[in-house]
């Protein structure tokens, strides 16, 4: 038998293999096939390594029929629940392959727990058919918090084609998570409305991102910003030069230059020909990211026209000849403006390549024209007062830099801001009052520049008659520590969960989602709790900096909480948390992220040392996920050869004379501690009333199978020592009419309610012990079987090992968290074997296995379906065994009638019960099922599909309101109702 993912075991008569075919390895959650022993394990598990490459190793976990008798499954140790593993296996399978992995409704109860209705059903069918994958998961991770009808509304949720998947890789469990700590102090409406306002803001967030990726993505990749500047300047020295000889003569003296004066406005009208052509080939390269080649040139067709008619063709031939060592791009942008502007329907490659250096040339003109205005100084009259209207009737004014609130002195003039002649003439257009000295062509081109970047519109700042000064592309501010980021749904609610983590209460009146996270942010000391160093162990900090051989990763050591908080802003998960602060501050562990060669974070891992060795104590990959296949396995050995710390030298004490060494410490210091208090307890737990009684019922079963009914001691060891299918034979005997006078209270029930500790058992089962005391006094004697069921059963509650350890001292308890093995039928480590041979305490731990084993003898006999335990059952069940054989014969494959219908949990039968009161007898049964052997994990499954279900041979005259009515009364008799 082997332990898998959910609490799922192998059966006896299963193998388990590997997804090449081979015997598995202990590696914890790996997928694994299982199947019959000896079978042929091939082909299923190329079909299992071919859905864990599509859908990831989550989809092993959902138990996906490979092939007859082979189904997919996980080793114990995977993360997540079940919900994952449907999810990943719908998403890989369809609707159409639902059933190679179960009924249809067990899946829905998978995804959305057992109360799923019709109407979610049909939306989450939907949604799958629609490929909806992230409404759907979205809806399971939400389906703890909100109802049938609000999952209906998020099941509906759709995203725009194109658009990111706004869930990223988070599986449902991890989100439910933080879903819980974010959004359970809120009522159920509220939470949807926050979660459906979150989903806009992501939504909005991500085409936002798109958007701008698209308009960068209309830039050449390689920039030839240097080569673009040195073809402008030569090419405006060249005309310079061409103009002094035009006006001084082919070879004019050294005197002549220096008294020949620039024609500025000149230089200045191509400056601003080219400012306005770069304006235009910016505004078009956003256009024609945002609407596509067509419509975004059809959008600026009349502005490119426009600026190509401020180029002739004996211009536009100069700028765009090759110059021998120069780059073959035109010196002016306005060529590549006329080759848009002349052609109707150019295809997208041409225009393309005409957009991709806009930028380029818009920053070369802005770095151009503030040296020009500079030069020209008070000679710039002539040029500054140009009017623009021909330019300005085409193209018009933008609403981010409208020409009223223009406070730009214009250059070459003693005149006022275009914004203050234009407030003193209300009524005049503002192209009739602008003039090229204003500038505002220059602010507008520095906005296009911006919006290409991202930006709404450039900084601008009027410094006077000179070029503003403009900021196009401002550095991005530093992101407030801990600001949970929108880049994906999973991340954000993590970054909440985060500040949830770190003390911060929701506020109570929130509405949309900014106002949760501001409200969490406010109510967070931040500079406190991201301020301090961390105790880093020196070998640790030799490892910082290095590559893990094998992954391509390198280590970053976190140093203080500040790391962390950047750390977890990206990976969306806690370990900015104060437990993981606390513990690296005082030197318990060490936090490393594993980063790729691109400086993204790929895994977090924390290490701790034990036994003067580092181990890897958690490692998890964005999102709380398993890291990629075969990283895990290669940190394994780059941390097992970290070294440890060293010891500190110590100097030995000097010997005095005579004087007596310190003993040296037992190596069993285990035994030492604990071996007296426990003894003790024990001791006091085997003389109790309860488990005299309980000794009683189970020498019972001794004399059903023919044994001596020696002393107890001698019983239990003679019971313990039974193979299991004789124990499950002898007490079938014992539970067999035999006319025999029973030694427990057979007349009157028992008391069978199922305990909440052990000390709560031996209360319960020492009234018990008492009323059994009274009816042997008076000779109360039924003639029947040597034990009834419910005494039995109510026997097995007897765990005096487990009392003891319970009432054991809390700090002996926390230091040896081992205790626990002693109450588990398995071999024990070697510090626990010493305790286990104790005179006081061995008998015990027989007691405690003993019942245990009977529990699932009772259990094998009802998988068998044996005729004497279903007549046991009509005569002497209560409430407490009812129900838990009723739960494990739910679960099992029998053949069966139904108790209830399909996805009800309301049981028929007085006194009333459902199957959802946490307080019943049928939650309070569970722990009791599975030591009967039933795997709890299929439970809710099999009832959403069968309802509870309970065999036909228990059933007698009046059905199951009857036995259910029987059961109840044997409860009441003893004063105790399950």
Same mark, same amino acid.
């Given at each position: 038998?082997?332990?898998?993912?959910?609490?799922?075991?192998?059966?006896?008569?299963?193998?388990?293999?590997?997804?090449?075919?081979?015997?598995?390895?202990?590696?914890?959650?790996?997928?694994?096939?299982?199947?019959?022993?000896?079978?042929?394990?091939?082909?299923?598990?190329?079909?299992?390594?071919?859905?864990?490459?599509?859908?990831?190793?989550?989809?092993?976990?959902?138990?996906?029929?490979?092939?007859?008798?082979?189904?997919?499954?996980?080793?114990?140790?995977?993360?997540?629940?079940?919900?994952?593993?449907?999810?990943?296996?719908?998403?890989?399978?369809?609707?159409?392959?639902?059933?190679?992995?179960?009924?249809?409704?067990?899946?829905?109860?998978?995804?959305?727990?057992?109360?799923?209705?019709?109407?979610?059903?049909?939306?989450?069918?939907?949604?799958?058919?629609?490929?909806?994958?992230?409404?759907?998961?979205?809806?399971?991770?939400?389906?703890?918090?909100?109802?049938?009808?609000?999952?209906?509304?998020?099941?509906?949720?759709?995203?725009?084609?194109?658009?990111?998947?706004?869930?990223?890789?988070?599986?449902?469990?991890?989100?439910?998570?933080?879903?819980?700590?974010?959004?359970?102090?809120?009522?159920?409406?509220?939470?949807?409305?926050?979660?459906?306002?979150?989903?806009?803001?992501?939504?909005?967030?991500?085409?936002?991102?798109?958007?701008?990726?698209?308009?960068?993505?209309?830039?050449?990749?390689?920039?030839?910003?240097?080569?673009?500047?040195?073809?402008?300047?030569?090419?405006?020295?060249?005309?310079?030069?061409?103009?002094?000889?035009?006006?001084?003569?082919?070879?004019?003296?050294?005197?002549?230059?220096?008294?020949?004066?620039?024609?500025?406005?000149?230089?200045?009208?191509?400056?601003?020909?080219?400012?306005?052509?770069?304006?235009?080939?910016?505004?078009?390269?956003?256009?024609?990211?945002?609407?596509?080649?067509?419509?975004?040139?059809?959008?600026? %067709?009349?502005?490119?026209?426009? =600026?190509?008619?401020?180029?002739?063709?004996?211009?536009?031939?100069?700028?765009?000849?090759?110059?021998?060592?120069?780059?073959?791009?035109?010196?002016?942008?306005?060529?590549?403006?006329?080759?848009?502007?002349?052609?109707?329907?150019?295809?997208?490659?041409?225009?393309?390549?005409?957009?991709?250096?806009?930028?380029?040339?818009?920053?070369?003109?802005?770095?151009?024209?503030?040296?020009?205005?500079?030069?020209?100084?008070?000679?710039?009259?002539?040029?500054?007062?140009?009017?623009?209207?021909?330019?300005?009737?085409?193209?018009?004014?933008?609403?981010?830099?409208?020409?009223?609130?223009?406070?730009?002195?214009?250059?070459?003039?003693?005149?006022?801001?275009?914004?203050?002649?234009? =407030?003193?003439?209300?009524?005049?257009?503002?192209?009739?009052?602008?003039?090229?000295?204003?500038?505002?062509?220059?602010?507008?081109?520095?906005?296009?520049?911006?919006?290409?970047?991202?930006?709404?519109?450039?900084?601008?700042?009027?410094?006077?008659?000179?070029?503003?000064?403009?900021?196009?592309?401002?550095?991005?501010?530093?992101?407030?520590?801990?600001?949970?980021?929108?880049?994906?749904?999973?991340?954000?609610?993590?970054?909440?969960?985060?500040?949830?983590?770190?003390?911060?209460?929701?506020?109570?009146?929130?509405?949309?989602?900014?106002?949760?996270?501001?409200?969490?942010?406010?109510?967070?000391?931040?500079?406190?709790?991201?301020?301090?160093?961390?105790?880093?162990?020196?070998?640790?900090?030799?490892?910082?900096?290095?590559?893990?051989?094998?992954?391509?990763?390198?280590?970053?050591?976190?140093?203080?909480?500040?790391?962390?908080?950047?750390?977890?802003?990206?990976?969306?998960?806690?370990?900015?948390?104060?437990?993981?602060?606390?513990?690296?501050?005082?030197?318990?562990?060490?936090?490393?992220?594993?980063?790729?060669?691109?400086?993204?974070?790929?895994?977090?891992?924390?290490?701790?040392?034990?036994?003067?060795?580092?181990?890897?104590?958690?490692?998890?990959?964005?999102?709380?996920?398993?890291?990629?296949?075969?990283?895990?396995?290669?940190?394994?050995?780059?941390?097992?050869?970290?070294?440890?710390?060293?010891?500190?030298?110590?100097?030995?004490?000097?010997?005095?004379?005579?004087?007596?060494?310190?003993?040296? %410490?037992?190596?069993?210091?285990?035994?030492?501690?604990?071996?007296?208090?426990?003894?003790?307890?024990?001791?006091?737990?085997?003389?109790?009333?309860?488990?005299?009684?309980?000794?009683?019922?189970?020498?019972?079963?001794?004399?059903?199978?023919?044994?001596?009914?020696?002393?107890?001691?001698?019983?239990?060891?003679?019971?313990?020592?039974?193979?299991?299918?004789?124990?499950?034979?002898?007490?079938?005997?014992?539970?067999?009419?035999?006319?025999?006078?029973?030694?427990?209270?057979?007349?009157?029930?028992?008391?069978?309610? %199922?305990?909440?500790?052990?000390?709560?058992?031996?209360?319960?089962?020492?009234?018990?012990?008492?009323?059994?005391?009274?009816?042997?006094?008076?000779?109360?004697?039924?003639?029947?079987?040597?034990?009834?069921?419910?005494?039995?059963?109510?026997?097995?509650?007897?765990?005096?090992?487990?009392?003891?350890?319970?009432?054991?001292?809390?700090?002996?308890?926390?230091?040896?968290?081992?205790?626990?093995?002693?109450?588990?039928?398995?071999?024990?480590?070697?510090?626990?074997?010493?305790?286990?041979?104790?005179?006081?305490?061995?008998?015990?731990?027989?007691?405690?296995?003993?019942? %245990?084993?009977?529990?699932?003898?009772?259990?094998?006999? =009802?998988?068998?379906?044996?005729?004497?335990?279903?007549?046991?059952?009509?005569?002497?069940?209560?409430?407490?065994?009812?129900?838990?054989?009723?739960?494990?014969?739910?679960?099992?494959?029998?053949?069966?009638?139904?108790?209830?219908?399909?996805?009800?949990?309301?049981?028929?039968?007085?006194?009333?019960?459902?199957?959802?009161?946490?307080?019943?007898?049928?939650?309070?049964?569970?722990?009791?099922?599975?030591?009967?052997?039933?795997?709890?994990?299929?439970?809710?499954?099999?009832?959403?599909?069968?309802?509870?279900?309970?065999?036909?041979?228990?059933?007698?005259?009046?059905?199951?309101?009857?036995?259910?009515?029987?059961?109840?009364?044997?409860?009441?008799?003893?004063?105790?109702?399950?």
């Amino acid at each position: 038998m082997m332990r898998l993912a959910f609490g799922v075991v192998s059966g006896r008569d299963q193998e388990v293999w590997d997804v090449r075919g081979r015997p598995v390895s202990d590696s914890p959650g790996s997928a694994v096939v299982v199947g019959p022993a000896g079978g042929d394990p091939r082909s299923s598990a190329a079909e299992l390594a071919r859905l864990v490459e599509v859908g990831g190793v989550a989809v092993a976990g959902a138990g996906i029929e490979l092939s007859q008798g082979f189904r997919s499954a996980r080793l114990d140790g995977a993360g997540g629940d079940r919900r994952d593993a449907v999810l990943a296996a719908l998403k890989v399978l369809g609707v159409a392959g639902m059933s190679r992995f179960g009924e249809r409704t067990g899946i829905l109860v998978a995804l959305f727990g057992p109360a799923t209705t019709k109407r979610v059903a049909a939306a989450a069918g939907q949604a799958a058919t629609d490929g909806r994958w992230p409404a759907l998961q979205l809806a399971s991770a939400a389906s703890d918090l909100l109802g049938p009808e609000q999952l209906e509304r998020l099941l509906a949720l759709s995203t725009t084609p194109g658009q990111p998947d706004p869930m990223g890789r988070l599986t449902p469990s991890a989100l439910a998570a933080h879903l819980a700590r974010v959004l359970s102090p809120f009522p159920a409406p509220r939470r949807l409305e926050l979660l459906l306002d979150l989903w806009d803001q992501v939504a909005a967030h991500q085409a936002e991102l798109q958007r701008e990726q698209r308009i960068m993505a209309t830039q050449a990749r390689q920039s030839r910003l240097p080569e673009l500047t040195l073809r402008y300047r030569s090419h405006e020295d060249e005309l310079l030069l061409d103009r002094v000889r035009m006006e001084l003569g082919p070879d004019p003296s050294l005197a002549q230059v220096a008294r020949w004066t620039p024609h500025w406005a000149h230089m200045l009208h191509r400056a601003l020909d080219n400012a306005l052509a770069a304006t235009v080939l910016l505004r078009t390269a956003v256009a024609v990211a945002e609407h596509g080649v067509a419509d975004g040139l059809a959008r600026f %067709r009349d502005q490119l026209v426009a =600026a190509a008619a401020r180029l002739d063709d004996q211009a536009a031939g100069r700028a765009s000849r090759r110059v021998p060592g120069q780059c073959g791009l035109p010196a002016r942008p306005g060529c590549y403006v006329r080759d848009l502007a002349r052609r109707a329907d150019p295809p997208e490659p041409y225009v393309r390549q005409r957009l991709a250096r806009a930028r380029e040339y818009g920053l070369v003109v802005l770095d151009a024209v503030p040296e020009l205005l500079e030069a020209g100084s008070d000679r710039l009259g002539p040029w500054a007062s140009t009017d623009l209207r021909r330019w300005r009737e085409v193209v018009g004014y933008t609403a981010t830099r409208p020409p009223r609130s223009w406070e730009q002195i214009p250059v070459a003039g003693q005149r006022e801001s275009l914004a203050r002649r234009l =407030a003193a003439q209300p009524d005049a257009a503002p192209y009739l009052v602008e003039e090229a000295g204003d500038l505002l062509w220059y602010g507008e081109l520095a906005d296009a520049v911006a919006r290409l970047r991202g930006h709404d519109a450039a900084t601008v700042v009027h410094v006077g008659p000179e070029a503003p000064d403009v900021t196009f592309d401002p550095p991005p501010g530093e992101a407030a520590p801990l600001d949970p980021r929108l880049d994906s749904l999973p991340l954000a609610v993590a970054g909440a969960a985060q500040l949830v983590s770190l003390g911060a209460r929701a506020p109570r009146r929130c509405r949309t989602w900014k106002e949760l996270v501001d409200g969490l942010i406010s109510d967070v000391d931040l500079a406190q709790a991201l301020t301090g160093t961390f105790q880093v162990p020196e070998p640790l900090t030799a490892v910082d900096d290095q590559e893990v051989p094998g992954t391509g990763l390198r280590v970053e050591l976190a140093r203080g909480p500040r790391t962390l908080a950047e750390w977890s802003s990206y990976m969306g998960n806690c370990i900015a948390s104060p437990f993981y602060v606390e513990e690296a501050t005082a030197g318990k562990c060490g936090l490393l992220a594993l980063r790729d060669r691109d400086g993204v974070i790929a895994v977090n891992v924390e290490l701790r040392l034990a036994k003067r060795r580092w181990h890897v104590a958690e490692m998890k990959a964005r999102f709380n996920t398993e890291p990629e296949p075969g990283v895990g396995e290669q940190v394994l050995r780059f941390v097992a050869g970290i070294a440890p710390p060293a010891l500190p030298e110590q100097t030995p004490a000097p010997r005095i004379p005579g004087e007596r060494l310190p003993a040296r %410490r037992p190596r069993n210091q285990a035994f030492l501690d604990l071996a007296e208090p426990l003894a003790a307890l024990a001791s006091q737990a085997m003389t109790a009333p309860s488990a005299a009684w309980a000794i009683r019922v189970l020498e019972s079963l001794a004399g059903a199978a023919g044994g001596s009914g020696g002393p107890s001691s001698e019983v239990l060891v003679a019971l313990r020592r039974m193979r299991p299918g004789r124990l499950t034979e002898t007490c079938r005997t014992a539970l067999a009419p035999m006319g025999q006078t029973s030694t427990g209270p057979a007349s009157a029930g028992t008391a069978s309610a %199922r305990p909440t500790s052990a000390g709560t058992a031996s209360a319960r089962l020492t009234s018990a012990a008492t009323t059994s005391a009274r009816q042997a006094s008076a000779g109360a004697a039924s003639p029947g079987p040597a034990a009834r069921l419910s005494e039995l059963w109510a026997a097995t509650w007897v765990r005096p090992l487990a009392g003891a350890i319970e009432q054991l001292d809390p700090g002996l308890r926390d230091r040896y968290d081992q205790l626990g093995l002693l109450l588990v039928d398995a071999p024990l480590p070697g510090s626990l074997r010493g305790l286990a041979r104790h005179r006081a305490i061995a008998p015990a731990r027989t007691a405690e296995l003993v019942v %245990r084993r009977i529990r699932a003898a009772i259990g094998r006999l =009802a998988r068998a379906a044996d005729p004497v335990l279903a007549q046991a059952i009509g005569r002497g069940a209560d409430t407490d065994v009812l129900c838990a054989l009723v739960i494990a014969t739910t679960i099992w494959p029998l053949e069966t009638v139904p108790v209830t219908e399909p996805a009800h949990t309301s049981v028929p039968g007085f006194p009333a019960s459902t199957l959802s009161d946490e307080n019943g007898p049928w939650h309070r049964a569970l722990p009791a099922a599975a030591e009967l052997g039933a795997d709890l994990t299929t439970f809710w499954d099999r009832v959403a599909t069968g309802g509870l279900r309970v065999p036909p041979s228990w059933l007698g005259h009046g059905g199951w309101p009857a036995l259910w009515n029987r059961a109840a009364r044997n409860s009441r008799r003893t004063g105790y109702t399950a």
